[in-house]
């Protein structure tokens, strides 16, 4: 089921833009204090207290004025109450009803369709209206559109006319937006398309104010296409300093952002600065772009009125390699001769436009995708920055609409825009992103795993390196504790391997080393033959040694002896045996001061940490 319409009509400058605005809300049609503002026909979806339905917005009736304007405003009027299922006549309700009122009232009293006559403009209960029962349509419902008095009320009206069924939501499809210059052709593009007097054409530049939707069927592909305003450059907008001029253009660009398609209309004489900005901001909004040269019948090409309208004479030739030169940013787009004022070309340039629009949701496996990346980069390696090789490892597309392609390298910031581009060629090259910007994306590391997993890899790597050192420091310190093995009598020996690295001793430990050797043996009492001996000679088993005078000994070590922190040496077991093949070596402090003496003297190094 359709959803019902509501037509809201009035003579010039009643506020029916901003009743359009208050109903949809939203600011879809320009208002101005200005008669005239509204030319085209506007439709918008509103929800009247869970009740849908679609108003129409029109320009002014003025049946006297017959220049200018005047005439297709009104038959813009006209067409909208034909089909709109309900009218809303809307009149300044400060005021008496003027002959081109009653005018308005003969022409809905013929229409024979319900009638919800609005007084605009009053925001008490003081003002008398009814003075407006002479239109015979029925009572008043007194609002201000602008403020919101009495909206409330109007609306409880019209919901009493809705049907109570829910009608489905439209689909709008495709949405194709023709966007350009003024007096380019767009208007009379849309009307060509849709096969009717859609919206205005005139010669003036500046004709279409607002952007208008129009839902059609192409080939049982639903589209909705938008018909927006000319855009004039930036300094001629403020030159004239008028906020319709304003807003003329931002719903142009309004317009641009809610498409899928942007059709870039351009006048066959030539290229200008201010296509390029409007091609620009089309580009980076991501949308897909073709190129429409419009008024390609004023060139005389014999063989474009022919049918051919791509590319392939030498006027089009030429034209095409002047789109290259000022529009270089959009070399992916395809551009179509055309001509709206005898249908040339029209059909195959919209059918071309349906046709790219699939392509903006393409997606391309990662699998193809690399080895396109591997053989370009193959074939042609990026250079190297400073002596170091930048290398790009992996590619993968992340989004669609427009498609984005991440692609990641070990120095991403040392790929060359140019590089980045022949990239870009090479995957064009490969798979259909015809008419579709492809955005390229260059990040750091391998891509095989995003930034949060490989952060906590290295994490989880961390801590397991730090749990096996302590194992490690743990199984050594115990190994250098037991003396459990040890047989009675037997004494323990800790030795030093002088010759590993970083383990020869300062001059300050081997002092220290001396005297605790001393002091050990003094304080061991003197015993007989079969004796027996005390459980352990090791310094392990008695408190921790004083430091010698001037604190700890060089390179921060504690007051334990290094060979109890470190453990036995790899070249001899805790009992003080050699193994096979072994060398005696030094036992005691003495020995080691003699034997580093005869080596010479000896830097002092800092302890392994």
Known sequence: MARPLIAIVGRPNVG?????????????????????????????????????????????????????????????????????????????????????DFEVADILRRTRKPVVVAANKIDTQRFEITHLNQLRLGDPVRFSALSGYGVGELTEVLWELLPAEDPEPKDEGIKVAFIGRPNVGKSSLTNRVLGYERSMVSAVPGTTRDAIDTQLEWNGEKVTLIDTAGMRRRSRVKQDKTAVEYHMVLRALRAVDRADVAVLVLDAGGVTDQDTKIAGYAHEAGKAILICVNKWDIIGDEDGRRGKTTGHTMAQEDYSGMLSKYLPFISYAPHHYTSALNGMGVEEMFEDALSIAGTLKQRI??????????????????????????????????????????????????????YVRFLENQIRAKFPFRGVPLKLELKRGSGLQSKEERLSAKKAAGLEATRRSDEERAARRKSGLDVSGAEEGDEMVFEYDMEDEGDELSQDELDFL????????????????????????????????????????????????????????????????????????????????????????????????
């Open 365 to 418: 496996g990662t699998g193809p995708l690399n080895d396109v990346i591997r053989r370009a980069v193959g074939e042609h390696p990026p250079a190297s920055v400073k002596g170091r090789q930048v290398k790009v490892r992996y590619a993968t597309q992340a989004e669609v609409s427009p498609p984005v392609i991440i692609i990641f390298s070990n120095r991403p910031e040392d790929l060359h825009f140019s």
């Open 16 to 100: 029916k833009s901003t009743l359009f605005n208050r109903l949809a809300r939203g600011r879809i049609a320009l208002t101005e204090d200005l008669p005239g503002t509204t030319r085209d026909r506007l439709y918008a979806n509103c929800d009247i207290w869970g009740r849908f339905a679609t108003i129409i917005d029109t320009g002014g009736f003025d049946m006297a004025e017959k220049e200018g304007y005047a005439p297709q405003i009104v038959q813009q009027a006209q067409l909208a109450i034909d089909e709109a299922d309900i009218i809303l006549f809307v009149l300044d309700g400060r005021e008496e009803p003027t002959s081109l």
């Open 514 to 609: 001396e005297d605790e050797e001393d002091e050990l043996q003094e304080s061991q009492p003197a015993r007989e033959e079969g004796q027996a001996a005390p459980a352990s000679t090791s310094t392990l088993d008695r408190p921790a040694p004083k430091a010698p005078a001037g604190g700890k000994p060089k390179g921060g070590r504690s007051t334990v002896a290094p060979a109890a922190r470190r453990g036995p040496s790899r070249n001899a077991s805790t009992t003080g045996k050699l193994r096979k093949g072994q060398k005696p070596r030094a036992n005691s402090g003495k020995q080691l001061k003699a034997q580093a003496k005869s080596k010479g003297p000896s830097k002092s190094k800092r302890p392994k940490q």
